[in-house]
Nanobody
Framework: QVQLVESGGGLVQPGSSLTLSCATS????????IGWFRQAPGKEREGVSC????????WYADGVKGRFTVSRDNTKNTVYLQMNSLKPEDTAIYYC?????????WGQGTQVTVSS
C-alpha cells in the first residue's frame, strides 16, 4: 500500500539545523511532485516547500526561503527537507505529501520543536 513516512524531527535550539526525510513506497514517487507542509499548535496547516517530479524545480514559502532546501532522490524513493537557522516559529508537525496540492497521499508527520 501507499506509504509516506517522515523522520528526522526533534527538539533543537534556535539557530540549529535538522534534515527531515520522507521515505515513500507503494507508488511511483518519480511521477509525483512532493510537498512539505507543517502545522503549528492552534494554526492551520501550511505549505512549506514543493519539488517537481519533472525538472526538480522547487518552491518555498516566504518564511523559509533561504533557510530550507528541498531535494529528492528517486533512486531511494525519498525526499529531504534540509532546515537551517531554525527559529521558534518553525515549531510544528511537518508532513510530506504527494502531490504538492495535498489531494493525494500523506505521511503521519514528524514533530519539530525549536526552543532554548
Amino acid at each position: 500500500q501507499v506509504q509516506l513516512v517522515e523522520s528526522g524531527g526533534g527538539l533543537v535550539q534556535p539557530g540549529s539545523s535538522l534534515t527531515l526525510s520522507c521515505a515513500t513506497s507503494g507508488f511511483r514517487m518519480d511521477f509525483y511532485d512532493i510537498g512539505w507542509f507543517r502545522q503549528a499548535p492552534g494554526k492551520e496547516r501550511e505549505g512549506v516547500s514543493c519539488i517537481s517530479s519533472i525538472d526538480g524545480s522547487t518552491w518555498y514559502a516566504d518564511g523559509v526561503k533561504g533557510r530550507f532546501t528541498v531535494s529528492r532522490d528517486n533512486t531511494k524513493n525519498t525526499v529531504y527537507l534540509q532546515m537551517n537557522s531554525l527559529k521558534p516559529e518553525d515549531t510544528a508537525i511537518y508532513y510530506c505529501a504527494a502531490p504538492c496540492n495535498g489531494l493525494g497521499f500523506w505521511g503521519q508527520g514528524t514533530q519539530v520543536t525549536v526552543s532554548s
